[in-house]
């Protein structure tokens, strides 16, 4: 017995060694998988179907909107520099300014016929513009109307199967309400960022003359200019417009021009190649006290005028300088912004009642405003 023990012992030894030897040596006549040297093995998660959506993903929105944002560019001609005529200046400085100024943007294709929208700073003075779409087409554009005071421009191209956006409802966002921004930043190819909305209605930045900025924490940058600002769902909310620097890059500060303007201008530039707006020839001021007192009321607040066009709609109605409008057309105003927004919607030729506050005496007068004149800039 105690032989048989012996040899039992012996042999399961000899086995288990010659086990350890193979397994190390040739793990694959055991079936197992060779692993590299120092290698850590590692669990992975399941593999998912390629159609599943991860939750918290804003993929859907990208894929909807992003075959609809366009990258722009553009050249404008060299100025000669009539000192190249000059031998001896030709001799110590060269050729100057003989190469094109190039520039890039963002836009966003509005309508399946290709009308695009952008900012018109992408395509002021451009000679040549070319559209570059997400599916790698290119098209020559032509410019079909621009507004400087909102800083947005239409361009048109041709092109078959083009993918147009779906508007979404700017007036409905709410402060901390989640966006995504497309555009073509840096030239480095279409790229999507994403975050909140930081405000609503920004104006009085110096930017347009007509604001009403959505500002947004998702990274804007040069090159997404004219670019779209979307919702969750992948619908147009606004165009990417500016950004607030200090260099040059994204500081988490952007603004987009509300959908609702865009629209607007956009139609009147389909329809009459402009913008039509509203205008009554004043020069408004935020009230405050030192103007107050100068012009001797005691309005708390309101816009004050201190000047007045001779002849003007203002003029020709009775308003005089340092009368401080309250409202117009039934709608409170309380800042320069706000009365520029008010008077530019009304219709031009029809009279509409203005609120203001001569002194301590409050004046109702009809007020017929005519056309805002084309910036000086835009009719040079």
Request: aromatic share 6%; no cysteine.
């Amino acid at each position: 017995m105690k032989r048989l023990w012996l040899l039992f012992s012996q042999t399961v030894t000899v086995l288990l060694a010659a086990y350890f030897v193979v397994g190390t040596l040739k793990p694959g006549w055991l079936g197992n998988r060779p692993s590299q040297s120092g290698a850590v093995a590692l669990i992975e998660a399941p593999a998912t179907s390629t159609g599943a959506v991860p939750p918290g993903s804003f993929r859907l929105a990208a894929q909807k909107s992003s075959a609809a944002v366009v990258s722009i560019n553009t050249s404008k001609a060299a100025q000669k520099n009539p000192r190249n005529e000059d031998p001896w200046f030709k001799f110590f400085f060269g050729e100057q300014g003989n190469e094109p100024q190039v520039g890039l943007g963002s836009g966003v294709i509005m309508s399946a016929s290709g009308y695009i929208l952008t900012n018109n700073h992408v395509v002021e003075s451009a000679d040549e513009i070319e559209v570059i779409l997400n599916d790698s087409r290119h098209a020559r554009a032509k410019v079909i109307g621009t507004d400087p005071d909102t800083d947005l421009a239409v361009l048109k191209i041709d092109l078959d199967r083009l993918p147009a956006i779906v508007l979404g409802n700017s007036d409905s966002l709410q402060v901390g309400d989640q966006v995504l921004a497309i555009g073509n930043p840096f030239g480095v190819g279409q790229t999507v960022t994403g975050g909140i909305v930081s405000a609503l209605g920004r104006n009085q930045l110096g930017i347009n003359t007509f604001e009403n900025f959505i500002q947004t924490d998702a990274a804007i940058n040069p090159g997404n200019s004219g670019g779209a600002l979307v919702d969750t769902n992948g619908n147009l909310l606004g165009i990417n417009s500016a950004i607030y620097s200090r260099s040059g890059g994204n500081m988490g500060i952007g603004f987009a021009i509300p959908v609702s303007t865009a629209k607007l201008v956009m139609e009147g530039i389909v329809k009459d190649g402009q913008v039509t707006r509203g205008w009554i020839g004043v020069e408004p001021n935020d009230l405050s006290p030192e103007l107050a007192e100068t012009f001797g009321v005691k309005a708390k607040a309101g816009v004050i005028i201190t000047g007045v066009l001779q002849n003007g709609p203002a003029a020709q109605s009775g308003i005089r300088p340092g009368d401080v409008i309250i409202a117009v057309a039934g709608q409170p105003v309380s800042n320069v912004s706000e009365l520029l927004t008010s008077v530019a919607a009304l219709k031009p030729g029809i009279a509409s009642k203005f609120s203001l506050l001569r002194r301590d005496e409050k004046v109702e007068l009809d007020v017929t405003p005519g056309v805002r004149p084309k910036p000086r800039r835009q009719a040079q």
